[in-house]
């Protein structure tokens, strides 16, 4: 192995010197002395500290010393070199020692400017000092063949890497420390001064290595599920890198940062995310088929992670996947649901809520915080006392659970930079009760327990019942309370008080879940850092902004004043406060007007006080947003009008935005390809606009062809998940017709099911010539109904029984399927998005804020039947109005067309599909009676109104799709014209125009290749997702710097500190005071917060 290394250095391998028959060389006692080998060479410029240098290739005339002691320590052979600094030297030396079977005992190591002098305490296997000539000169001479070359060290060839660049932070100056400071922190840099090589072989260990030590299984047998958590493990490797050294970056530089506060994040599965984010993608499908394996296999061994259940959630993930391309300084926070919302199965057409067991086998793509915990408290009382002669209010909880952090690292596409996600689970203050346990209290010496647990066991629990509110309110208290405390405590660690707080932090309310944080961080501010209401009320409503996502009053969340007295009662205090200021602000505007003020007071008056969640965010953002142009007109036309009156600038609009990575690059990779190949670069993944130039290609007849291909690969795919998870066998020769989506009144999953009936009562009472000229269907429906939503569950119920009787009837054949796909998730939207040609979007105008899945649809050339509605409205004035199909009332129609309902004459067709329906023609007749009721009484949602105008609209789809061409016309300029909806710009406009964030981006390391991207990201440089295996060059496949591990940026120099951060509700000092003070809980003395670096 020696040899190997020395003859990869491009030097002459040492000569063996001759030995005696015992082994031992002729003159070993001269040998024992100190034997020092120099090589003169000329100096070369030493690699800069600043991150962002390059380092010189290093040339063979360096001063190189090498000395081997043996006289000096009676215990050890000394090994002594000096030698230029260079990434990756430590790791040559040490691997030449490995080589040579010499242990090292301990290493010194000391770095002075550009050069290292460093100690290594050195012996045989055995324990005894190296005494043998033959080894001796063999250490000599290998270690000056390595310190010389300039292959093993620094170049960007270098075997052992590119570096990670050791800088001094301005506040850790070396002169400070003391020897022994110093060569600790000199050897924790160069230990790991390089990062993680990515090459088939290195990527191969690493995977092994994860299954022998992380997972404790046999690198001989391991099946597809071990190779995917040990995949997993490896990739996340790389991720801590990034995120650890991204952390650093924006530590030093200190920039604003923002905080996205969302109850849900829907983010899918991570490992082929974080592959191609990474351009390792094809590196790992290689060492992984050579190892056996297929990554196509394991990738779908792994569990979506159950942390969402719509759009919202979806677009925070989409949302941070952005933030981390845009380089911005942000970090997201929500809660760890231990089962999610449910696991949605369906039996005999109904559906049922099964627990979603994700985390039971683990999730490798965390990294458990148990250090970072803050207490969280409920109930109790509050009491008043004068303090420094001010009135200081002090909540005496009766409850205090736990919450710890799981992180979870967000990579950017072609960046360095890996942001976080901070979740939190709910934990006991006291895990056991050995009291009660003693005294034969079984179930009550775990009581405690299993109510910490089940704030974070299930995202939206049932609140038709005053428990099942409670629980909610205790869940968004708990996530925002963890989510504050830890965003004071790292700021005060950073700046040693809060002095500019506001202007350093934005927090953005993704809706009304989080909104109890306004009252929260009043509280943190007045009663723990013992600021007065003013300065605490101007950093509040400096630093909030607010995301409305409904239209819908209903929607808006309200809860009891009863409710919040018991449960938050300084919070309700708190309340009481910002609405008596409010509404005397009120007054003072617009006069004594008690009708506005029952209008817009934060507490609802009537027989059962409420509190206006989403007034209490108006009143304190200094931002609110809709989220579609024609959802933002709305808010301020109705559910917000007297606020807009009151705070016109306020209100702004940001359009939704879906990530083009996850949603068209690496979900859809023919299609994905074939863009590339036409436009002639990769760059629309991140600069979508781009796709505009396939317009020019939209009626090439070749190009259609290739098109036409590329979604019949996506259909045959869809196919075959239809087949496999409802038994279904469909023809890709039909017209594949998708509405998936949470299912709700007003999303009109109703108009839908009542236009299949109408299709197959009509097909079925055909001829056999009027059936030749029929569009094959298959009509495909998915989404999960609330529990608590009964009405939606019978629409499911209707579904699968109309499912059930159209696949069954001879006289229809393959005309027309209908398919409901259960537990629709982000990994079937995944292989669903692709494969579907019409896409339904269909609910009530003005009822939509906006929806995202209308632009991941048409970003994959799918098209949209929709009413104006939502993003419906900004999709078709991008991609034109001939290029969708759009029906039914529109927004400022809606509320006289309510109002005349009751008179008016149903279409004969819509009478008698209900007709049908009511009948028992697909059974369950009274179980189906309230959806009768629901479209034929008030019919609220219009289903009637609007029923004519679909049947018209669905007729045109008929005709287009029997024409080809004109159809893959509109199918190409659908995603020619999707440039406005990546998430990419809808975060640029949130950072420029509500947060007032810059990006930060960490430099390129020293010494990189041309072309590279990420750390660690290979030679595949930019073009990674541009080949058809999607992996591009990445790593040892391709490129110039092969498996070329990347430099890592600047460390501080000195020891990092632990500091002992305390939660801000322990702290005794003012918010001037140091963080660094420890507090303990009363259990057993267990900190609330351990010692951490301030970053964490």
């Known amino acids: 192995a020696a040899a190997a290394a020395a003859a990869a250095a491009g030097a002459e391998q040492p000569k063996e010197e001759s030995t005696n028959g015992n082994g031992k060389g002729d003159d070993d006692k001269e040998t024992a002395k100190a034997k020092?080998?120099?090589?003169?060479?000329?100096?070369?410029?030493?690699?800069?500290?600043?991150?962002?240098?390059?380092?010189?290739?290093?040339?063979?005339?360096?001063?190189?010393?090498?000395?081997?002691?043996?006289?000096?320590?009676?215990?050890?052979?000394?090994?002594?070199?000096?030698?230029?600094?260079?990434?990756?030297?430590?790791?040559?030396?040490?691997?030449?020692?490995?080589?040579?079977?010499?242990?090292?005992?301990?290493?010194?190591?000391?770095?002075?400017?550009?050069?290292?002098?460093?100690?290594?305490?050195?012996?045989?296997?055995?324990?005894?000092?190296?005494?043998?000539?033959?080894?001796?000169?063999?250490?000599?001479?290998?270690?000056?063949?390595?310190?010389?070359?300039?292959?093993?060290?620094?170049?960007?060839?270098?075997?052992?890497?590119?570096?990670?660049?050791?800088?001094?932070?301005?506040?850790?100056?070396?002169?400070?420390?003391?020897?022994?400071?110093?060569?600790?922190?000199?050897?924790?840099?160069?230990?790991?001064?390089?990062?993680?090589?990515?090459?088939?072989?290195?990527?191969?260990?690493?995977?092994?290595?994860?299954?022998?030590?992380?997972?404790?299984?046999?690198?001989?047998?391991?099946?597809?599920?071990?190779?995917?958590?040990?995949?997993?493990?490896?990739?996340?490797?790389?991720?801590?890198?990034?995120?650890?050294?991204?952390?650093?970056?924006?530590?030093?530089?200190d920039p604003k940062r923002v905080y996205y506060l969302s109850m849900e994040f829907l983010v899918g599965r991570s490992l082929l995310n974080a592959l191609y984010n990474l351009n390792l993608k094809g590196l790992y499908r290689e060492a992984l088929e050579q190892l056996g394996y297929n990554l196509e296999i394991i990738?779908?061994?792994?569990?979506?992670?159950?942390?969402?259940?719509?759009?919202?959630?979806?677009?925070?993930?989409?949302?941070?996947?952005?933030?981390?391309?845009?380089?911005?300084?942000?970090?997201?926070?929500?809660?760890?649901?231990?089962?999610?919302?449910?696991?949605?199965?369906?039996?005999?057409?109904?559906?049922?809520?099964?627990?979603?067991?994700?985390?039971?086998?683990?999730?490798?793509?965390?990294?458990?915080?148990?250090?970072?915990?803050?207490?969280?408290?409920?109930?109790?009382?509050?009491?008043?006392?004068?303090?420094?002669?001010?009135?200081?209010?002090?909540?005496?909880?009766?409850?205090?659970?736990?919450?710890?952090?799981?992180?979870?690292?967000?990579?950017?596409?072609?960046?360095?930079?890996?942001?976080?996600?901070?979740?939190?689970?709910?934990?006991?203050?006291?895990?056991?009760?050995?009291?009660?346990?003693?005294?034969?209290?079984?179930?009550?010496?775990?009581?405690?327990?299993?109510?910490?647990?089940?704030?974070?066991?299930?995202?939206?629990?049932?609140?038709?019942?005053?428990?099942?509110?409670?629980?909610?309110?205790?869940?968004?208290?708990?996530?925002?309370?963890?989510?504050?405390?830890?965003?004071?405590?790292?700021?005060?660690?950073?700046?040693?008080?809060?002095?500019?707080?506001?202007?350093?932090?934005?927090?953005?309310?993704?809706?009304?879940?989080?909104?109890?944080?306004?009252?929260?961080?009043?509280?943190?501010?007045?009663?723990?850092?013992?600021?007065?209401?003013?300065?605490?009320?101007?950093?509040?409503?400096?630093?909030?902004?607010?995301?409305?996502?409904?239209?819908?009053?209903?929607?808006?969340?309200?809860?009891?004043?009863?409710?919040?007295?018991?449960?938050?009662?300084?919070?309700?205090?708190?309340?009481?406060?910002?609405?008596?200021?409010?509404?005397?602000?009120?007054?003072?505007?617009?006069?004594?007007?008690?009708?506005?003020?029952?209008?817009?007071?934060?507490?609802?008056?009537?027989?059962?006080?409420?509190?206006?969640?989403?007034?209490?965010?108006?009143?304190?953002?200094?931002?609110?947003?809709?989220?579609?142009?024609?959802?933002?007109?709305?808010?301020?036309?109705t559910i917000f009008e007297d606020f807009y009156e009151m705070y016109p600038k306020k209100f702004q609009n940001k359009t939704n935005g879906v990530t083009p990575r996850r949603w068209l690059a690496f979900c859809n990779p023919p299609l994905r390809n074939l863009i590339n190949e036409t436009l002639g670069t990769d760059a629309w993944i991140s600069r979508l606009d781009l796709l505009e130039g396939l317009k020019s290609h939209a009626d090439d007849g070749e190009f259609q062809s290739r098109w036409v291909e590329v979604k019949q690969l996506a259909k045959a795919k869809l196919a075959a998940k239809i087949k496999e998870l409802c038994g279904v066998e469909v023809s890709t020769d039909a017209l594949f017709d998708v509405q998936v989506k949470r299912i709700h009144e007003y999303k009109r999953q109703v108009l839908n099911i009542l236009g299949i009936i109408h299709r197959y009562d009509q097909i079925r009472n055909m001829s056999e010539e009027e059936k030749a000229d029929v569009v094959p269907r298959v009509c495909i429906i998915g989404g999960k109904a609330a529990p608590g939503y009964e009405l939606a569950k019978r629409i499911i119920k209707l579904i699968s029984a109309v499912s059930q009787r159209v696949n069954n009837d001879p006289a229809v054949g393959d005309l027309l399927k209908v398919v409901f796909i259960p537990d629709y998730n982000v990994s079937l939207a995944e292989v669903i998005v692709p494969g579907s040609e019409l896409s339904q979007h269909i609910s009530t105008a003005g009822t939509e804020a906006s929806g995202t899945s209308n632009m991941k649809f048409a970003m994959n050339g799918c098209l949209i039947i929709g009413t104006m509605d939502g993003a419906n409205v900004e999709i078709a004035e991008e991609i034109g109005d001939d290029n969708i199909f759009i029906f039914g009332a529109l927004a400022h129609e809606v509320p006289k067309l309510r109002t005349e309902r009751a008179d008016l004459k149903v279409d004969d067709r819509f009478a008698h599909v209900v007709r049908l329906i009511s009948s028992g023609e697909f059974g369950y007749a009274d179980f189906f009676t309230p959806i009768v009721d629901a479209v034929q009484g008030s019919d609220y949602y219009l289903v009637a109104n609007d029923f004519p105008a679909y049947l018209r609209a669905q007729d045109a789809v008929d005709r287009t799709y029997k024409n080809s061409s004109i159809w893959t016309r509109m199918s190409i300029m659908s995603v020619a014209g999707c440039g406005k909806f990546s998430s990419d710009r809808t975060i640029r406009q949130y950072a420029t125009e509500i947060w007032g964030v810059e990006p930060c981006e960490r430099p390129r390391p020293p010494n990189a290749p041309e072309g590279y991207s990420v750390p660690g990201g290979g030679g595949g440089g930019p073009s990674s997702p541009n080949t058809s295996n999607g992996g591009g060059g990445g790593g040892g496949g391709g490129g110039d710097v092969g498996g070329a591990a990347s430099s890592r940026p600047p460390r501080s120099s000195k020891p990092a500190k632990r500091t002992s951060d305390s939660p801000p509700q322990k702290s005794k000092s003012s918010s001037s005071s140091s963080s660094s003070s420890s507090s303990s809980k009363k259990d057993g003395g267990k900190p609330t917060t351990s010692e951490y670096h301030d970053m964490m």
């Not at 296997?125 to 270690?143: A, E, I, N, Q």
């Not at 570096?163 to 050897?187: G, I, K, W």
């Open 36 to 253: 020092t080998t120099k090589a003169k060479r000329a100096d070369s410029a030493a690699p800069s500290a600043e991150a962002g240098a390059s380092e010189p290739t290093p040339t063979p005339d360096d001063d190189v010393l090498v000395e081997v002691d043996n006289d000096t320590n009676e215990k050890y052979t000394v090994v002594s070199i000096r030698a230029r600094n260079r990434p990756g030297l430590l790791t040559a030396v040490t691997t030449c020692f490995r080589d040579l079977g010499v242990d090292v005992a301990k290493a010194v190591v000391d770095m002075e400017q550009d050069d290292v002098r460093d100690q290594f305490f050195v012996t045989t296997d055995g324990g005894s000092k190296l005494t043998d000539k033959t080894t001796l000169d063999s250490v000599s001479s290998l270690l000056e063949t390595v310190l010389k070359s300039p292959n093993l060290l620094g170049g960007p060839r270098s075997a052992f890497g590119m570096a990670r660049p050791y800088a001094v932070n301005a506040t850790n100056d070396r002169t400070s420390m003391s020897e022994d400071e110093r060569h600790r922190s000199d050897l924790l840099y160069t230990l790991m001064d390089t990062y993680i090589k990515n090459d088939v072989l290195s990527v191969q260990e690493s995977i092994v290595n994860h299954v022998e030590y992380t997972i404790a299984r046999s690198r001989y047998h391991f099946d597809d599920f071990e190779a995917y958590q040990a995949t997993a493990y490896s990739t996340r490797d790389r991720l801590i890198e990034s995120w650890n050294d991204t952390q650093q970056y924006f530590h030093d530089q």
């Open 299 to 637: 990738k779908e061994r792994e569990r979506d992670a159950a942390l969402g259940n719509g759009g919202l959630g979806r677009l925070a993930s989409c949302f941070l996947d952005s933030m981390a391309t845009e380089n911005l300084p942000a970090w997201g926070y929500g809660l760890r649901y231990q089962y999610g919302m449910f696991r949605q199965t369906i039996q005999d057409g109904f559906q049922r809520e099964n627990p979603d067991y994700w985390l039971t086998l683990g999730n490798p793509w965390e990294i458990e915080r148990p250090n970072v915990t803050y207490p969280v408290s409920f109930y109790g009382h509050v009491s008043a006392r004068e303090e420094d002669g001010r009135q200081i209010f002090v909540w005496n909880p009766a409850e205090q659970v736990d919450a710890v952090a799981y992180d979870n690292p967000i990579p950017g596409y072609r960046t360095a930079n890996t942001i976080n996600l901070r979740l939190w689970s709910a934990k006991p203050s006291r895990e056991f009760d050995l009291e009660s346990f003693n005294s034969g209290d079984y179930v009550a010496s775990i009581l405690e327990k299993q109510n910490a647990e089940s704030i974070s066991s299930v995202l939206y629990p049932d609140d038709r019942t005053y428990k099942g509110k409670e629980l909610r309110l205790k869940q968004q208290h708990f996530f925002v309370s963890a989510t504050l405390q830890d965003i004071l405590r790292r700021y005060t660690a950073q700046h040693g008080s809060l002095e500019n707080f506001s202007d350093k932090v934005a927090l953005q309310l993704n809706d009304t879940h989080p909104t109890i944080g306004i009252a929260e961080l009043m509280r943190l501010l007045m009663d723990v850092y013992k600021w007065g209401w003013t300065a605490s009320w101007e950093a509040t409503t400096k630093v909030f902004s607010f995301t409305n996502h409904t239209v819908l009053p209903e929607a808006l969340e309200q809860w009891p004043v009863e409710l919040l007295q018991e449960l938050l009662p300084r919070h309700m205090q708190i309340i009481y406060d910002i609405n008596w200021r409010f509404l005397q602000e009120l007054r003072a505007k617009f006069g004594n007007d008690q009708a506005r003020e029952y209008r817009m007071s934060i507490i609802q008056e009537g027989d059962e006080k409420m509190v206006r969640m989403a007034h209490l965010a108006l009143v304190a953002s200094h931002t609110v947003n809709g989220v579609a142009e024609i959802h933002s007109e709305l808010i301020k036309q």
